[in-house]
């Protein structure tokens, strides 16, 4: 029989942590004793309680410890604890039983005080340097022989996400799947959000599939460019082809976008665009020399938006941006989602599971998707920030557009052509 | 004006070919005229039928000829053509109007021969040597400067996929999508064919999600692989990191596989797994040092079964035999899946739809996944002869196995425990 | 064996009448011989073929002349054939064999003439009348004791639905499926469809599930019922009640449709809104008596336009005006759809494959919803002339009133409030 | 300002209750402050909460507490208030503000004394008999001119539905949606409920809709009927008509389930099917008179099972044994679910719901379907007990039928021929 207490203090009982604690201690095979409470009598007050903890043997006691951290419930004696820190053994490889991060915000305890871990993103490590005394959440392929990597549980504290006071429309529709809901509202939230981000000069992140292009959505994209409301976009080789194949041609996988016209099978125009950017060396260059003309790419080069291309498996060529090493392809999308306050995402799995895994929690994450199961799957993967819209990618997108108060005519009458 | 005669022969009433063609001139906007047509009485017979175009533009009678070459209806002077070759402007770059390639068998005329294609594979160019007399498909980028490669649509020939006489169930159920319908006869006909190719010697690929696992039907695949009846396996980090994750720990993303315990949220199986298998080397050496000791990639270590572990941006660690550059591990692949006769895809979209596009149409495949979407991708992007089975891939495993006669007992007792 | 002739006329080719008939043919395990052709050089031109069948029995025989019948091939000496008739044996049972309806227009030949089958509709039988030599559609249920009704597949007629010259983009798109496409040209399609039909005075059905109000699309339909362009409305209680819901209380299920709040378990509401419709004895007497005061069904008892609610096992209530007895609400509809030229079916399954059943092919037929298997449902069931849209309800409606220039700015604001 | 308090106790921590009250204090737009709690320290003790709430209006003050006593909080003078008792205006109406029951167990206060609500089920009216003190679920068109019917909240006492001590696996597993989870647990938890049910002679109830023929898994259900684990059936027209069709036929939808061959077009056997057995005048005459020689309708009829059949707008027929008005329908329905402690939903959208809407909470419910969204109505209609499992329906039975131990040797080579 092993023992230990934990105290808990916050809106414990409002934000349904002290629940899932007593649930988590349950479900592990250990009992609970509440050692002392004391509830704060309104909202903006904070509680505290003290739970004692008994579990068969020491290894389940230390289990439960462990997922009672991520709740943010600490040993009543972690005061005293310091993490407990190792060397890695060669380059891309962690000490055994590291400690692999959420994407909360995370102290270590170092020499007797917290330290914030810096970079914050989940199932990474967490690197010490002791001369400075800073912390970091480092991937695995990067740590290097020596690192000191934070290994077991002890002297860390996560700050679970607490629903807010008062609680924003973001908060509350948190998770929501449903084909059945007036979504007018949730998108006039999502305008809000940008307008408010934009004004304080944050950064916008689109993540993009290539339906966005064959439902003839692009366009709107193309305007949300224009006015500002982007500043970075991660996509694959299939949403870049398209949208050229689209302004050198005005087809999408051999179908015209804007007539009725729909000769399927050839992939021609498709292999030819690729061919055209790889011989004038990337987009950029495509622009500059005027080859492209129009559409999502052509929009960035000129705006100056950022874009991360990421390979994969199923991509044809690919074009000469696309950065076909998915760790290097990791490492940039890292880079570039510092900073960024919303990650709208549409219509692509890949893509935003990828990039959910590299956010943090505070990051505003809307995901757009016909399919339910896109959604379902973000959350489950740990991106639990997730807003979920289940719609067609095209009228949402125009609808945002209008929230935004953007003009469309201009869009509209260059797609009549 | 621009006029145009083609010629079509073969089983081309029965086999919808003569009116697709028919169709496809309407549809593009250009008209035709039967000069001539001798129909086979009998269904062995083949037939024949002489077809003028008439197009407003020479621009769209060539467009209308390139689409009918895919459905084998040649210009009637065709023999006299010969395929036009360029040399490509630079390393990774093909000649301007390239010919895209289908998966279907294919020849190119050159000096009055015609020469079949090797390497079928959609979507690349052809490559001919003019010294050897060979042409080849050549994916873009690794096209050589001055390599000639064929443009236009001249001088090509391409055999339609024609149904069989007499029809076996694989042709019969092509495409088949529906989740209503018995699928006893269908498991029972792969099982079959799995045994007739076995038989001949011949190679079945497997193509796994990581959903295999989660839902316990890793055991299954074992019993295929101990049973010679997998010859390569192509799969992704994920699929690789549960299996070992669940053959070092006994759980799958945290979750006990045999047992009601659902400890879901910590991720530190997985990515200790990850840990140690990048410790130990390779999962080879994972194996041989008595690491790892039971699963679908110790069954292959052990069976001498060979694996491609191509990356994503979305993989965590990843393990160090996973091929993190994306042309690198189509490379790999492309390379495995020459001598396969039938490919099983499994509870995998991304892979799917990757090998997809390796494969010539030629290949049995059979695409098994809970979401009809995932097939129906498949067949949209050319890979017209796999055969959907809407179903959950643990009981269509199980099923597998037992009209292949496997001895389950040994992997459900192991299950048990 | 056994031997037969059948003669098929028309666009065989072009419409793949005749590749389908030689399929049928070989797949029930008959042979044919081919024994005339006569191509029509043009497209306006039409064709012949007389093709010999061989069965191994009669019976099999039967059978195959029985299906080959559904795609308008005649048996060579049909024309001395006649319909054969028995009489019922008691109210609401047919005779044996037979003969059961498709939703095409067909003839049965009595007394050595041609009879065409008024009131088309599937699954029926034929009930002929000999002193007024007239032959119609009749029910099972229907059907009266000693009723002639034809038995076996003598003497019968089917025209099979031929693709239109020159094809409207109606013809085109039938049954895509597809969620990945620009639906602004289906959209429009449909917007120019119902203007022509409502210039010709021509009747428009709308076919609506409940999803409709939760969506916050009912504004939309109001709209189109405000113009004119819904002449007929099948629904279910279901529908009814959450826009009378929201009507009365601004509220569907609970939930604000225009607001942020959420309030959703209580159907207190819901169950309130039947109530008091109960007490007003009908809808129409709630909107005169001026408790209902906007929404669908408001705009349908001021604009005069039908409506039918068929009831469901899983209705509350229901509503007074619900046919609780399905054959009744089966005949209620029955009534209604003759005379109608388009239907469009949103966001049901139940009642588009009920109204489907009643419908003859040439009823030109839309089906929106976001799930694709509602339209592979319908298709499946033998509405072959469906075209699936796979979108949100609201967006499909808000462009479709934008492209039949309905001004929106009234319900656009009124949904503000 | 309107002010009240309210009393919760039991287990109100762990068990969600408090967080679940404040939340909804909060999202109506209320104030609270908790005057005293009392916390169980042990997972046996009850805890007991004291809550004082703050509403800008008595009417928002109302719905707040109306609100809360679905989740088992009274106000702390609700011993001093009896129900509102007012008599219905007429047949089949309520008096306006009736209360709408849930599907939980409730009390209402009568003179003083509180008498628990009997025929539990939702969306009723609460009927009180002064003379007898009893209080029953009605639904609304069984209630009669002068009934005494509660309105309003007041004297109204809930028990809301905690997670049982210890929590068995059905509880723990309640509402599992996901696609991606070994199944084989949970069927064996299913196992274990139906043998414990029978030994304890409780009532089964299975819920099918037509896949279930189609999948070829009837022969499964029938097993299950044979060994007596199968009491009532709940279905509609389409399954009996597939059963029936394939016992006179051997096809279903004039698919032939075990054979290759799926000449599917023609519906004869269908409607001849139909047409038999109005004939023989019911399901029971067809068997005894011979005509119905297998399948899950002649194992009923053998074995003594009850079924409800019930009519739905999409019928094609129907069968005599089918109830076509839906109010008769639910009334049979009604019946029959008295005394079940499993329901077993396979396969059906329409008879899942309208079971649910019938059932008491305390009814296992079990709801089998490859599409994830009809667990998901289901559980959003109130049927919060249903556990869900997304899988094909055939092997789902197959290895039920394995677990409870049942030799399936004959089944299978029945199929066989």
């Known amino acids: 029989m092993a023992r230990s207490t934990v105290e808990i203090s916050g ?15 349950i479900n592990l095979g250990a009992e609970f004793e509440i050692l002392d409470i004391k509830v704060g009598h309104r909202r903006a007050d904070r509680s505290y309680a003290l739970v004692q903890i008994d579990a068969p043997t020491p290894m389940l006691l230390d289990r439960v410890l462990a997922r009672l951290k991520e709740h943010g419930a600490l040993p009543a004696n972690e005061e005293l604890e310091s993490a407990l820190l190792e ?44 001369e400075t005394l800073r912390a970091q959440c480092v991937p695995i392929h990067r740590v290097k022989k020596g690192d000191l990597v934070v290994t077991g549980h002890h002297g860390i504290r996560i700050q679970p996400v607490e629903r807010q006071i008062p609680r924003a429309g973001f908060e509350f529709m948190s998770s929501a799947v449903s084909t ?42 193309v305007r949300l460019i224009e006015a500002d409301y982007v500043q970075v976009i991660f996509a694959g080789n299939g949403l870049a082809v398209h949208d050229i194949e689209s302004a050198l ?20 125009h498709h292999l030819w665009a690729i061919n055209a950017v790889r011989r004038a060396g990337s987009i950029k260059r495509a622009v500059e020399s005027g080859l492209i003309q129009s559409g999502i790419f052509y929009s960035c080069v000129k705006k100056g938006v950022d874009f991360v291309l990421a390979g994969s498996i199923r991509d044809d060529g690919p074009l000469p941006d696309v950065i076909t090493d998915t760790l290097h392809a ?8 510092r900073g960024v306050s919303l990650a709208l ?11 959910g895994n590299l956010l943090p929690a ?14 379902t799957k973000l ?17 949402f997108l125009r609808e945002l557009c209008q929230r935004l108060e953007l003009d469309l005519a201009s869009v509209e009458s260059r797609a009549a052509h």
Request: aromatic fraction near 4%.
């Open 87 to 130: 060397p890695s053994p060669a380059d891309g490889i962690f000490p055994d039983h590291f400690y692999s991060t959420t994407n909360l915000l995370t102290w270590v305890r170092i020499d007797g005080r917290w330290i914030e871990v810096e970079l914050s993103e989940m199932d990474c490590g967490i690197r010490v340097n002791l």
């Open 362 to 375: 505070t990051v505003k994450t809307v995901c757009v998707d016909i399919n339910p199961a896109v959604v």
């Open 330 to 337: 990791q490492e940039a999308m890292r880079e570039k989602v």
């Open 249 to 268: 041609y005005g087809t999408s996988l051999g179908v015209h976008l804007d007539k009725k016209i729909r000769a399927s099978e050839g992939h021609e």
């Open 180 to 221: 059945e809901q007036p979504k007018g509202l949730l998108i006039e939230e999502i305008a809000e959000a940008m307008k408010q981000i934009r004004r304080a000069h944050g950064r916008i992140l689109v993540v993009a599939g290539p339906g966005l292009v064959h439902t003839g959505a692009a366009r709107y994209l």
């Open 379 to 395: 959350t489950d993967r740990g991106t639990f920030q997730a807003m979920g819209l289940v719609t067609d990618v095209e009228p």
């Open 345 to 355: 995402m549409m219509a692509t799995t890949l893509h935003a599971i990828a990039t």
């Open 11 to 25: 809106h414990i009982i409002d934000s349904l942590i002290l629940p899932k604690v007593l649930d988590i201690i």
